[in-house]
């Protein structure tokens, strides 16, 4: 830790700055230093640093001012305030606000040694944490699936249920919401798990091409077939088929779809001969396939072979409190694939993000964050970094104050915890007095919340 922690001084006086670098450099720390509270961001923004000394009193932006930037748009920096006025007042006062420590003006090399000893001993403890907290982050992962709302909760239970038959799936929900995700994870828990996953996308593959992929064909079948090449209804052999979009395949490819179901056999175009094959079939569709077959788009008897279960999947917008989750991972995932060094967002931004309705739901989330990290120039991500959203006038931040923003995610809230105040607390992160005020703030209706 004493070799890599990251230290800068923050004093407008020249004579501070040099005698804190001496003393770091000798004690084998990488150390830095600002003039200002501004030049202190700055330097912040491009690089993290475990610990700044921060004066309290300076030109422009004081050291109090300075300590709430930091706690907010750097939460993992620690500080320690500076005064030289002797005010145990102003010292308590600055810990309120997230310092770490202080130092009285003057103050010996012993004193010093004596700070950086507990900001060791602290980042050990938060080191230790974060471990803790990593294979806590589990539970809100489900083979790749993240959440711990209670309608993605209700989700990963029925994978499990799902997953134990060898029933027919069909998976319901707008685009971007997950369902390929969610085949994965009922084939990778089911007994079928050791044999292939094939996914094809039904809508995006013309009936003529359609029907070869999953047929196969014999040499001759057709112009081009030069040899005979196996469908995937063979090549899946004992694993899962997920066909996605289902609803766009023809009347034709229904019937075929029908047969095969029914009879577990296949016949391959430009064949007489019949092939046994077994695998478990998972469709999706974001249409409404009740609809299609009132329209006679869509064969009733298809539909109840493949809906034998349902599992609907909600639009990011009914859960939002698992967009800081989907975007802290995420973050995490660009820098890997882009070796940037973006910490997180900041609150303005994720407030931002938390009451955008996300019509591409969790797939455009992902594409939001990706443009968003592989364009940063900063280690946090500001409302600016998103202006390329589609912002309605009602989420616009230009439209609408961050208080409104608070105001309708509380409510949210609330109504997804069934006004259970310490539930919606702990999905908020803050305590439930800080809440309870809040809810008074913005006359929030009491009716139905509970302790």
């Not at 995006?204 to 064909?217: C, Q, R, T, V, W």
């Not at 112009?223 to 034709?252: M, N, P, W």
Request: include cysteine; aromatic fraction near 8%; charged fraction near 25%.
């Amino acid at each position: 830790m004493r070799e890599t922690m990251r230290i800068m001084v923050v004093d407008d006086e020249m004579i501070i700055r040099e005698s804190f670098l001496n003393w770091f450099a000798k004690g084998g720390y990488f150390v830095d230093a600002a003039a200002s509270g501004n030049e202190a961001l700055i330097k912040l923004e491009k690089t993290p640093f475990d610990l700044l000394f921060v004066d309290i009193k300076m030109p422009g932006m004081d050291g109090m001012e300075l300590l709430g930037r930091v706690k907010t748009e750097f939460p993992d920096t620690e500080v320690v305030i500076i005064t030289a006025y002797g005010s145990i007042d102003t010292a308590v006062n600055a810990m309120k606000h997230g310092a770490v420590d202080y130092l009285l003006k003057p103050f010996k090399p012993d004193q010093l040694s004596l700070v950086l000893e507990k900001i060791t001993q602290l980042k050990k403890r938060t080191l230790h944490y974060r471990y803790l907290k990593s294979h806590l982050k589990q539970i809100t992962r489900f083979d790749n699936i993240i959440g711990e709302s209670p309608p993605m909760k209700n989700i990963f239970q029925l994978i499990m249920e799902v997953a134990k038959t060898d029933a027919s799936v069909l998976l319901t929900g707008e685009t971007g919401t997950g369902k390929e995700l969610v085949a994965r994870a009922i084939h990778a828990k089911s007994t079928r798990a050791q044999h292939p996953f094939i996914a094809l996308n039904c809508g995006a593959i013309p009936d003529s091409l359609l029907e070869a992929e999953l047929f196969g064909h014999q040499k001759g079948a057709y112009t081009g077939a030069t040899q005979r090449r196996k469908g995937y209804f063979e090549i899946v052999a004992g694993g899962t088929l997920f066909l996605d979009e289902i609803g766009e395949i023809s009347q034709k490819m229904q019937v075929d779809l029908l047969r095969v179901l029914e009879e577990k056999k296949i016949k391959q175009l430009g064949s007489a001969g019949m092939v046994d094959v077994d695998f478990r079939l998972i469709c999706a569709t974001r249409q409404d396939l009740k609809a299609k077959i009132e329209k006679n788009e869509f064969r009733e008897d298809l539909f109840y072979r493949i809906n034998v279960i349902t599992i609907d999947l909600p639009p990011l917008r009914q859960r939002r409190s698992d967009i800081p989750l989907l975007v802290d991972h995420f973050i995490q995932k660009y820098n890997a694939e882009t070796v940037k060094n973006v910490d997180h967002v900041t609150p303005e931004a994720l407030r931002l993000l938390m009451a955008y309705d996300w019509p591409g739901n969790v797939r455009e989330l992902r594409n939001a964050l990706e443009r968003a990290v592989v364009l940063s120039k900063s280690r946090l991500l500001h409302v600016e970094d998103f202006s390329f959203l589609h912002l309605s006038a009602e989420t616009s931040s230009d439209a609408r104050s961050l208080v409104e923003i608070e105001k309708q995610h509380i409510r949210h809230i609330l109504d997804q915890c069934n006004g259970n105040i310490s539930q919606a607390a702990r999905v908020l992160d803050i305590n439930r007095a800080t809440l309870h005020k809040k809810i008074k703030r913005y006359r929030l209706s009491p009716s139905s919340q509970t302790d």
